[in-house]
Each structure stands twice: as structure tokens, then as C-alpha cells.
Nanobody
């Protein structure tokens, strides 16, 4: 059974930081791009960040640039999202996902495996 399990979410004040983790089990995703998405209440799921299978390339949504950093540890089969200078509009459920495409995919449809999500709440 393939699992992606997110952790690290929580409640934080605006301006604070959180580090999300996504641990893979059941198979390796070393040849997959890995991404982060989020879904705010009443809104559709949106792309946040993606890292290539090699870890050499990353891409972020405009609102995350300069504040968020995506990284991966192949030895631990774990994906990370360091989030700094958090804003109330960053609130939502954050999902990690794995994509077998070679490109830095930004659309949900390009991802094959999904985690269950972790809640991030940023208070003003």
C-alpha cells in the first residue's frame, strides 16, 4: 500500500513559521516530482510548490515565493515545506502529492498519489 503522510501542521500567529513533512511508504518516489497543494475553506485546491525528482529544480506559486521552501530528503523518502512569514491567507489543509511526470507539474491532474492532508491555521 502506497502512503504519503503529512505532519507538522498546526495553529500559528501571523509572521510565524511552520515546517511540514510528508513521509512516503510502500514505495519510493525518487523518480517522481513531489508537490504541495493547499485547500482553504470553500475554495478549490491550489498549487503551492513543486520539486523535481532530482531535487535540483523547484517552482512556487507567486504568493509562496520568498516565504516558502520545498525540499526533499531521498534517504528518508521525505518531502518538506518550510513556511516562513505566514499570513492568514495561508490557512488551509496542505496536501503533498507525487507526480510521475518529468516536468514541474502544477496541476492536480498531473499527480498520481496524495496524502490525507494536514491543517495549517494562521491567526491574525
Amino acid at each position: 500500500q502506497v502512503l504519503l503522510v503529512e505532519s507538522g501542521g498546526g495553529l500559528v500567529q501571523a509572521g510565524g513559521s511552520l515546517r511540514l513533512s510528508c513521509e512516503a511508504s510502500g514505495r519510493t518516489f525518487s523518480n517522481h516530482a513531489m508537490g504541495w497543494f493547499r485547500q482553504a475553506p470553500g475554495k478549490e485546491r491550489e498549487f503551492v510548490a513543486v520539486i523535481s525528482w532530482s531535487g535540483g529544480s523547484t517552482y512556487y506559486t507567486d504568493s509562496a515565493k520568498g516565504r516558502f521552501t520545498v525540499s526533499r530528503d531521498e534517504a528518508k523518502d521525505t518531502l518538506y515545506l518550510q513556511m516562513n512569514s505566514l499570513k492568514p491567507e495561508d490557512t488551509g489543509v496542505y496536501y503533498c502529492a507525487a507526480s510521475s511526470t518529468m516536468a514541474l507539474a502544477t496541476m492536480s491532474i498531473d499527480y498520481d498519489y496524495w496524502g490525507q492532508g494536514t491543517q495549517v491555521t494562521v491567526s491574525s
